[in-house]
């Protein structure tokens, strides 16, 4: 399946542009997705952390995604 | 009670919405673009947001705050957008019937927006430019 | 920077006088009458102070405050006289680099205030009145 | 000597005034006028606390009284 993700802050920088499209088997989990996210994008692997949200909640890693929801990287917030 | 926005904010107007006649204690928490970090000169900030998810964030802050102390209001306005040196970034106002809760409440919504919030700045300097806090 | 005045306190104006484009956080306590004070209804306050003592003693505060942190402005305002439910009695506003000193110096400052500063404030209930913390 | 002492919150309840007129021997310190305040106004045994003020600063009960001073009588603070 091919899902969009929505990137913010450093990590749109790094993907250049505010969405992009990967492709990831059936049944790939958060965690898989941050390890070809690294691969993919090595300068992520340099970040102070990356979470990933799911329909705008923070998931655990081991959450499998099904391509049909809302995925954002969220690189270290810094609001305030 | 939450707002996100490019337009400046306004404390006074904000402070006013939590006042409540059983409500001895307010506090008031403003952040500010500070005009050096780290010895460098600021020229302005950038700040972003994931809008909706933002606000279900800060929901969140404002239920814990609810659940940990006896607050009757919370209000928290944070600006978008472009900023200068000297220009609010984040008012968040608060009233308790005491001040110590008013006081620990306050300072766990500025704590907890830092920590969990999705927005970012980015500070530029006049010799190049940094997202904050990203990199170890 | 310190006041003592019968006129009504203006919060907005007093945390404008704090900002600086050194301080990225501003802290700012309101006291505010409560209507109620351990279940009895209250119809007004009145507050008498020893000026020059009280002066001095904020004098002191703000000295203290500045000796434990890097505070750069503070200003201290307490409304005397006759106050009904709902008015501002005091508003400490504190600026500083960062937050946690901002928060910790706006709390020790009001903390102080009220053991240390000779203001008074008496309770008028519907069926009597009390000096506040006046007996044991 | 004869001193005038100011008296504030509660203890101006206590005179009937905001001010009232003291004899005291040569040599009196701020403990020995207490005491002599606790006679003559034992409601002032019942306050929270009593402190003395001393040309506008708190004083140890020690110090002796050389009746120039401005004196004020300090029952427990209530601002904020």
Known sequence: ?80 | MIKITEHPLNPDDITSTVFSNEAGAVNVFIGTVRATTQDKKVVRLEFETYLNMAIKEIEKIIEAMKNKWPVHHVVVHHRIGTLTVGEIAVVIAVSSPHRKEAFAACQYAIDTLKETVPIWKKEIFEDGEVWVSAHP
Request: aromatic share 6%.
């Open chain 1, 1 to 80: 399946m091919e899902v969009e993700i929505l990137a913010f802050g450093i990590t749109r920088d790094i993907v250049e542009g505010n969405t992009f499209r990967i492709s990831l088997n059936e049944g790939t989990s958060v965690a898989t997705l941050k390890e070809l996210l690294y691969q993919t994008y090595p300068r992520m692997k340099q970040l102070r952390s990356l979470r990933v949200a799911v329909n705008n909640e923070y998931v655990d890693e081991e959450v499998v995604l099904s391509g049909k929801e809302e995925i954002a990287l969220i690189p270290p917030v810094s609001g305030g």
